[in-house]
């Protein structure tokens, strides 16, 4: 069995559909971080862990990010789940030093989100070696796709369609990295098992 948190996000919603039975961890469905019940772990394999706080409140960070993610790790521990799938972010690189970005690439986040999706990472990283927890951890660029509301992808289409002028800040000159949701769903499937930092762009 797979316990997918945040599975009615974005990303969650399109990795659900694709498993098929699963079972869902959601504020909307009355479950917060620290109030999985015992039960939700029986016969549990697999943990994707999408959800997060993305705002600029840094005690809803440590709250939701932090002390939720270490809540969520000690049940995996306790119920001896073999794989945990962690859901980070490009925005732990910060600024590019050089390109195309890897995984070897300095980590030096400038926004809060970043700075407390590395920080998790490092948690999950440490529960992983301190009680033998198998975790990939996926920084995830820039997702556009089915359902998607908040990207500038999302916002280009919809101004197309609105005949309105699509607005390029800056020089213009900029690049940025995109992915389908579908792609990363998928992602979460195929590197699960997999120990390690991955990029998905």
């Known amino acids: ?32 971080l620290s109030n999985i019940p015992n039960d939700y772990f029986a016969d549990v394999d697999t943990v994707h862990h999408l959800a997060g706080y993305i705002g600029n409140d840094e005690k809803a960070h440590i709250e939701t990010n932090i002390v939720g993610t270490i809540n969520l790790l000690e049940m995996v521990r306790r119920h001896d789940v073999s794989n945990f799938v962690f859901s980070s972010s490009a925005a732990v690189y910060g600024q590019p030093v050089f390109l195309p970005i890897d995984e070897a690439h300095p980590t030096n986040p400038v926004t809060l989100y970043g700075k407390y999706k ?19 951890i996926l920084r995830i660029f820039n997702v556009y796709g089915k359902n998607d509301v908040r990207s500038v992808i999302s916002k280009f289409l919809s101004d197309a369609v609105n005949k309105k002028m699509i607005v390029v800040n800056g020089s213009g000159n900029q690049t940025r990295d995109f992915i389908d949701v579908k792609d990363v769903a998928s992602a979460f499937i195929l590197l699960t098992g997999e120990r390690g930092i991955f990029n998905i762009g």
């Open 118 to 136: 590395l920080e998790t990472e490092r948690i999950v990283m440490d529960f992983g070696e301190k009680y033998g927890i198998n975790w990939t």
């Open 1 to 32: 069995m797979i316990l997918i948190t945040g599975s009615r996000g974005f990303i969650g919603q399109h990795l659900a559909g694709i498993l098929g039975e699963v079972r869902h961890v959601n504020r909307r469905d009355g479950f917060e």
